[in-house]
Nanobody, 120 residues
């Protein structure tokens, strides 16, 4: 059984910073893509940032220059450093990953989400 567990969310003032982390556990053979999505109240879930196993990194236009994604495959962990936070960044942030898992043909997994709230 594979799980993705996020941590690091919380309440911050505008201009502040948070660092999210997500750790995958289970019978993981290899990690392909890892990334972060977010879903604000009343809005669709959107891609925030992704990092492929080949080193390609993508960011949503709204977070470029403020957020940084990184990964530590030895720890099965992906991070999202969020700086200069804005109230519009308020959302539930979800970790996602494409994984090769022993004994499973499923390859796409989601975490439970962590709440980020930015006050003005």
């Amino acid at each position: 059984q594979v799980q993705l567990v996020e941590s690091g969310g919380g309440l911050v003032q505008a201009g502040g910073s948070l660092r999210l982390s997500c750790t995958a556990s289970g019978r993981i053979l290899s990690i392909n893509d890892m990334g972060w999505h977010r879903q604000a109240p009343g809005k669709q879930r959107e891609l925030v940032a992704s990092a492929t196993s080949g080193g390609r990194i993508n960011y949503a236009e709204s977070v470029k220059g403020r957020f940084t994604i990184s990964r530590d495959d030895a720890k099965n962990t992906v991070y999202l450093q969020m700086n200069s936070l804005k109230p519009e960044d308020t959302a539930v942030y979800y970790c996602n990953a494409n994984l090769r898992v022993l004994g499973s043909i499923r390859n796409y997994y989601w975490g439970q989400g962590t709440q980020v709230t930015v006050s003005s």
